[in-house]
């Protein structure tokens, strides 16, 4: 049982990888390296919570990725344009984002202002 969460959790991180790094070979083999190391490195344990622990942080991992990791990419005109996933966490699109506007504030009007110290 716990061997197929093992697998499972690996699996889900070179889809998320796939998904994430999707035409960046570069960034593909880099991760597909590194999530290899870490299952190798952890290869002969055998403590049951240990494992346990392990697999919740390639699941958390593989969601983290798919929901936060944004690909950027420079266009002809020498800007950056976002690749975002429908399952990314990001709200916008590739659209020029405009800086908010600043709000208006109202200065509170005193209702008695002879009452101001004249010393």
Same mark, same amino acid.
């Given at each position: 049982?716990?061997?197929? /969460?093992? *697998?499972?959790?690996?699996?889900? *991180? ?7 790094? =999707?035409?960046?070979?570069?960034? #593909? ?6 999530? %290899?190391?870490?299952?190798? /490195? %952890? ?8 494992? @346990?622990? #392990?697999? =919740?942080?390639? @699941? +958390? !991992?593989?969601? &983290? ?14 800007? &950056? @344009?976002?690749?975002?996933? /429908? ?6 699109? %590739?659209?020029? *984002? ?6 208006? !504030?109202? @200065?509170? /009007?005193?209702? +008695?202002? =002879? !009452?101001? +110290?004249?010393?």
């Amino acid at each position: 049982m716990l061997r197929s /969460k093992v *697998l499972a959790s690996f699996r889900a *991180l070179h889809r998320a990888r796939k998904d994430v790094f =999707k035409g960046d070979t570069a960034a #593909l083999e880099a991760a597909r390296q590194r999530i %290899n190391q870490e299952f190798q /490195k %952890n290869k002969t344990e055998t403590d049951q919570r240990k494992i @346990e622990e #392990l697999v =919740k942080v390639a @699941e +958390d !991992t593989a969601v &983290y990725m798919r929901h936060v990791v944004v690909q950027a990419e420079m266009n002809q005109a020498g800007r &950056y @344009e976002l690749r975002i996933r /429908k399952d990314s966490g990001v709200l916008v699109d %590739n659209a020029t *984002l405009k800086p908010p506007r600043p709000r208006r !504030t109202r @200065e509170k /009007k005193t209702r +008695d202002t =002879k !009452t101001q +110290d004249t010393r």
